[in-house]
């Protein structure tokens, strides 16, 4: 799939910064409007790949993004371009399939990391998961397509997610080292690019090793 004239694209694959300018009354999690100026910055230094815009990983890219943006911040899923809402439903790893409802409510964390000894996601809410990550990753926890390997309706394609933690996770020390998780996903989407039903496939145990490898903070213990 190639588009001549990216405008002519639906809004939610043309970019998640004009599906943000275009609110109209969007009920945002934390009153306003998300602004990504900052992180975006590190995007555009760290990402490994400039897809052509028109492209179909460009589409495909802005469409995951757009997604993402909206289920962080977007508290009514009614309200998501991204998506079919009443249809939609997502799962990670082969397990239970979650609705558009469920990933509002308990945030996309939860629903993708395992409950362990490193992350028990039964004491999560949604804003304790994303203070979490967010002071881990100051700079953002960026996220990239690397590689699209089937078309719509149904678009395969594989992806990096990586930060630089620089921030405490838990109890942990930062270690200042780049954390990265690589994965595959499978997008069910229908002609006008909303997503019905995708599931993502990767492993999060090294991550979670890899952020619980700093040096446990003192807590003002005497040495």
């Known amino acids: 799939?190639?588009?001549?004239?990216?405008?002519?694209?639906?809004?939610w694959v043309q970019s998640r910064d004009r599906v943000i300018a275009?609110?109209?009354?969007v009920q945002?999690?934390?009153g306003e409007r998300p602004d990504y100026s900052y992180t975006d910055q590190f995007l555009e230094v760290e990402s490994?790949?400039?897809?052509?815009?028109?492209?179909?990983e460009a589409i495909v890219e802005n469409l995951v993004r757009t997604f993402e943006m909206e289920a962080s911040h977007k508290t009514n899923p009614e309200q998501w371009l991204s998506i079919v809402t009443d249809?939609?439903?997502?799962?990670?790893?082969?397990?239970?399939?979650?609705?558009?409802?469920?990933?509002?409510?308990?945030?996309?964390?939860?629903?993708?990391?395992?409950?362990?000894?490193?992350?028990?996601?039964?004491?999560?809410?949604?804003?304790?998961s994303f203070e979490l990550f967010h002071k881990a990753f100051p700079n953002g926890f960026l996220w990239e397509l690397t590689e699209v390997l089937s078309g719509p309706p149904s678009i395969t394609f594989k992806w990096r997610h990586w930060g630089t933690f620089n921030g405490p996770y838990k109890d942990h020390?930062?270690?200042?080292?780049?954390?990265?998780?690589?994965g595959l996903s499978i997008a069910?989407?229908?002609?006008?690019?909303?997503?019905?039903?995708?599931?993502h496939y990767f492993d999060n145990s090294t991550f979670l090793q890899k952020l619980t490898s700093g040096c446990p903070f003192n807590h003002g213990k005497e040495k």
């Open 1 to 11: 799939m190639n588009y001549d004239d990216p405008a002519k694209l639906p809004l």
């Open 22 to 25: 275009n609110d109209e009354g």
């Open 28 to 30: 945002w999690r934390e």
């Open 48 to 56: 490994q790949f400039n897809h052509p815009e028109g492209s179909l």
């Open 87 to 128: 249809k939609f439903r997502m799962s990670s790893n082969g397990g239970q399939f979650y609705t558009a409802q469920n990933v509002s409510d308990q945030g996309t964390y939860n629903l993708f990391i395992s409950d362990n000894e490193k992350y028990n996601t039964t004491e999560e809410t949604f804003e304790s």
């Open 173 to 182: 020390q930062p270690t200042g080292q780049t954390i990265e998780i690589v």
């Open 188 to 199: 069910r989407v229908t002609d006008d690019l909303k997503i019905i039903e995708v599931e």
